[in-house]
């Protein structure tokens, strides 16, 4: 094994273990990724970064992971890590606000039973067959804005993009279509979670305001129509029958509508636009993709390694050794998988973009363990 999970530094015998650095005694090097401009060209800097350590970098708000092998070891690691989005709320001065209280109690920071629970709960609206069930779904809603865009005369793809998953998630809980631009603007704010800047936090407090109220009068709305007679067929019934048998509390169910729409938005809008600018440049691809739907399955998956959407931001709950370097207790750990997949250390030609290729390197872009992204199915379908 290239890592173990330490309680102490003893060996059986009760020997001293010999000594190893531990992560904040090396010289590593340091990637701006508060700064926008690093966005700009962010692969050449993570390059030069492993050029001086072949795994490990710095930050302003803790240590990268900059190599493909190590993401995936120690994303493995569920139970030595956790989400870290207290460390998140403190770096925006959120403590006490609606939208620090959700960062800290969604799904996403959950572990243990209570993420198991809630999982459990929404993992049948999420398989692969569920996904494919819905493609019908996605077709018309897909027919339905670019029926929209037809007048316009000129078509922007990316604000296109972000009406197409939320119009989706609507549809899969019974929400309103006149209700999508204005959650659609909150949603927007939401992206703004991981600046780690401060000044943003007014938007994302007024998003999460408007989210939750757009739930609580949902499920207000559905529990009438109950109470007369009236049962929809959609996903916001398996919740609400959750809550009668006491799966899920009241503040669950609202902030699982508000972790639903958010969930699927940025990501999916991101990531078929990006997979739209390499169709533009490979226009014999997005020709195929039209008339083999299996072919479409490979670009999309080949888009997810080549370039997508997220960094996974962990802290570690016990000490963690691995390539023997000690990372202690309570360290800020960073796993940018959205360029995880153009790491030469690892894939072969990481430039190339070929739906085609062959290997045994998947990209990690919905994460590992079991903190595997739940709408990864739902996402695929979209996007294809």
């Known amino acids: 094994k290239r890592y173990t999970v330490s309680q102490n530094r003893k060996c059986p015998a009760g020997k001293d273990v010999p000594a190893m650095p531990t992560i904040t005694e090396l010289e590593l090097p340091s990637l701006p990724m508060e700064d926008p401009a690093f966005s700009e060209a962010p692969l050449p800097q993570f390059a030069a970064a492993r050029e001086q350590h072949p795994w490990l970098a710095t930050c302003a708000f803790g240590f990268v992971i900059t190599q493909y092998d190590a993401m995936r070891d120690l994303l493995w690691l569920d139970h030595s890590l956790t989400g870290a989005y207290d460390n998140v709320v403190e770096a925006m001065q959120a403590r006490g606000t609606q939208w620090g209280r959700f960062q800290q109690e969604s799904l996403l920071a959950q572990k243990g039973e209570p993420h198991a629970r809630i999982r459990k709960v929404l993992a049948p609206a999420f398989t692969p067959q ?120 009241e503040r669950e169910l609202y902030d699982l509508l508000i972790f639903l729409f958010v969930a699927g938005y940025d990501t999916s809008k991101n990531a078929l636009t990006l997979l739209m600018d390499a169709m533009i440049r490979n226009p014999e691809m997005y020709e195929r993709c039209a008339e083999d739907l299996d072919y479409c399955r490979k670009v999309t998956e080949e888009n997810f390694r080549y370039l997508t959407t997220s960094t996974i931001p962990r802290v570690t709950t016990r000490d963690i050794t691995y390539r023997d370097v000690l990372i202690p207790a309570g360290s800020m750990l960073f796993f940018p998988v959205s360029v995880s997949g153009r790491d030469p250390t690892a894939i072969a030609d990481p430039d190339s973009f070929d739906p085609e290729r062959q290997g045994d390197k998947k990209h990690i872009t919905f994460g590992l363990g079991v903190h595997i992204c739940l709408g990864q199915f739902i996402a695929r379908a979209q996007i294809q």
């Open 130 to 249: 569920q996904a494919n069930r819905h493609r019908p779904l996605m077709r018309e809603t897909i027919a339905t804005l670019l029926d929209e865009w037809v007048p316009k005369g000129a078509f922007d793809f990316e604000e296109f993009a972000s009406f197409f998953p939320i119009s989706v998630m609507a549809r899969l809980i019974g929400a309103p279509a006149e209700a999508i631009p204005g959650l659609r603007s909150s949603m927007e704010a939401f992206g703004l979670s991981m600046s780690m800047d401060p000044a943003f936090l007014p938007q994302l407090e007024r998003a999460t305001e408007v989210l939750d109220a757009f739930g609580q009068d949902l499920v207000a709305e559905r529990r009438k129509a109950r109470a007369a007679g009236r049962r929809g067929d959609d996903m916001l019934e398996i919740l609400l029958d959750t809550v009668e048998s006491g799966g899920l509390s």
